[in-house]
């Protein structure tokens, strides 16, 4: 007899993938991440989601380097990036930085050097 995590989970993959995508891409950035932390059903769907959204809006909460690469994979479509920077430094910048940006939202950025500020810069040429 399976648990009831497994039945739960046996159930949702009978849901249409497309179903599954269609509601989570409703949620927020915050609620997205919270989806995913409950199965492995929502966390494969919540993934996918990750790399093709274009706002990513995480003021939430100061991620670490380590929380916030998971949750900005490869994006070509990502256009707006908001983030609470109060844990990240200098070596974030391969992480939140591409060339489809055109908002840039960083606070609480202390750890930034200047240095970074201008290579944001030089890699998001289509920033305003």
Do not use: W
């Not at 648990?3 to 949620?27: A, C, M, R, W, Y």
């Not at 109060?86 to 939202?105: E, G, M, P």
């Amino acid at each position: 007899m399976a648990s009831p995590e497994e039945e739960e989970e046996e159930s949702l993959d009978q849901l249409p993938g497309t179903v599954l995508g269609t509601i989570i891409s409703k949620l927020d950035v915050a609620s997205i991440c919270s989806v995913a932390s409950t199965c492995k059903t929502f966390n494969a769907c919540a993934s996918h989601i990750l790399t093709f959204i274009p706002s990513f809006h995480l003021l939430d909460i100061a991620p670490s380097i380590d929380l916030l690469r998971p949750l900005l994979p490869p994006n070509p479509y990502l256009k707006s990036l908001k983030l609470d920077c109060a844990r990240l430094d200098d070596s974030a910048i391969n992480v939140f930085v591409r060339d489809s940006l055109h908002q840039l939202y960083l606070h609480n950025c202390a750890n930034f050097s200047g240095k970074l500020i201008s290579e944001i810069g030089g890699k998001c040429a289509d920033l305003r």
